[in-house]
């Protein structure tokens, strides 16, 4: 159930508040479709307050139930194209990828909107296979650098930044690709061949400036700092839930560092919505039919196969995550076949291990 927009009632004392508004906030946002289910009266009056990461007034956001509605509401409240928003930060005006807006919010959040800015073309020799980049979307076509490893080959290339969009590679626009897409066709370049990015940076405000950053490491990031958050689905209602507990936020994130290691990509949503999946399964069988449910679209490369189950938080019983087969091709047909058990959770084992195997079969 999206959630529907509602006019708030105006309180007296706003005027008494020392902020400037942007004009378009008080007006009437547009009826939710007569068709889509009503949402609850709760979920349907939060506000959120807004500025572009550059330096704006500050504006109102409500009525949205994923990434991309959200988008539109921001750029309806600054009379911007909502294509022009590269991502956006909590609490901070900074490009910093700790505190990057992924799918839950916090209910006292401030969320800052980071537009497109300059462009810029760089030309790199590949040297090494593994380029030291991570990326990650904003879930409305736009892939953009999260992290880049340090000592790695675009470390050394400054002219690339963390936060930078990625609009074409040799040529060829990737602007409305999934960050899984993009990450693919860097992995594909061709060793001791030259390629060429073409790039957007987030606009910035001269008097904001900052060194380059490479990107902090995910263990000093929080998913959110509030009680209660505002879950953001792709598909299907938002909904108002309690922040993850301990044991759900170290799944979250190792589960974000297996698709880091083996798709090159960072998604705090998409590890999120796979936790919940296995969340209370009974087996592989269950899991898999959850995922399927959940994930059918999200195309994950061919030879991905997910088979596992996340047994109840409050059971004893060791909580097996994920257990994924990897069976790639290549053009003499043999397969090579990796199994990677790549979560395991205990009360036992201070709410949180991660353990990897790796074996390679003929």
């Known amino acids: 159930m999206p959630l529907g927009l509602r006019n708030k009632k105006k309180d007296k004392d706003k005027s008494k508040e020392t902020f400037k508004l942007v004009e378009s906030e008080a007006a009437a946002a547009a009826p939710a479709p007569a068709a889509a289910p009503a949402a609850s009266a709760g979920a349907s009056r939060l506000q959120f307050h807004a ?124 602007s409305e690709c999934r960050h899984y897409e993009v990450a693919k066709m860097l992995k594909d370049l061709e060793k001791g061949q030259k390629f060429k990015l073409e790039l957007v940076e987030p606009l910035k405000a001269f008097e904001k400036l900052e060194p380059r950053s490479k990107g902090k490491t995910l263990s000093e990031a929080k998913i959110s700092k509030g009680r209660e958050t505002l879950r953001l689905r792709s598909k299907g209602p938002a909904t108002v839930e309690e922040m993850p507990n301990e044991v759900e936020e170290k799944a979250i994130k190792k589960v974000d560092e297996f698709l880091e290691t083996y798709m090159g990509i960072r998604d705090t949503e998409l590890a999120a919505t796979i936790v919940e999946a296995g969340r209370d399964k009974k087996n592989p069988d269950e899991f898999a039919v959850a995922l399927d449910e959940t994930l059918g679209d999200f195309a994950f490369p061919d030879e991905f196969v997910f088979d596992g189950a996340l047994h109840n938080y409050s059971d004893l019983r060791p909580l097996t995550f994920l257990k994924r087969n990897i069976a790639k091709r290549n053009e003499g047909d043999i397969s090579e076949q990796l199994e990677i058990r790549a979560l395991t959770l205990s009360p036992f084992e201070n709410k949180g291990i991660f353990a990897m195997n790796l074996a390679k079969r003929a």
């Open 51 to 174: 500025q572009l990461a550059h330096g704006s007034p500050t504006g109102r956001v409500e009525g949205f139930g994923s990434a991309r509605e959200l988008y539109a509401r921001i750029g309806a409240a600054f009379g911007i194209p909502p294509a022009q928003i590269m991502f956006c930060t909590l609490n901070t005006h900074k490009v910093d990828m700790d505190k990057l807006l992924g799918a839950q919010i916090g209910l006292e959040d401030f969320i800052f909107a980071h537009v497109k800015g300059q462009r810029k073309e760089v030309e790199v020799l590949k040297t090494d296979d593994m380029l030291g980049l991570t990326i990650t979307d904003n879930g409305t076509g736009c892939a953009f650098i999260k992290r880049i490893k340090e000592g790695s080959l675009m470390d050394q290339t400054k002219t690339v930044c963390v936060g930078d969009h990625i609009e074409t590679i040799n040529g060829k626009n990737v």
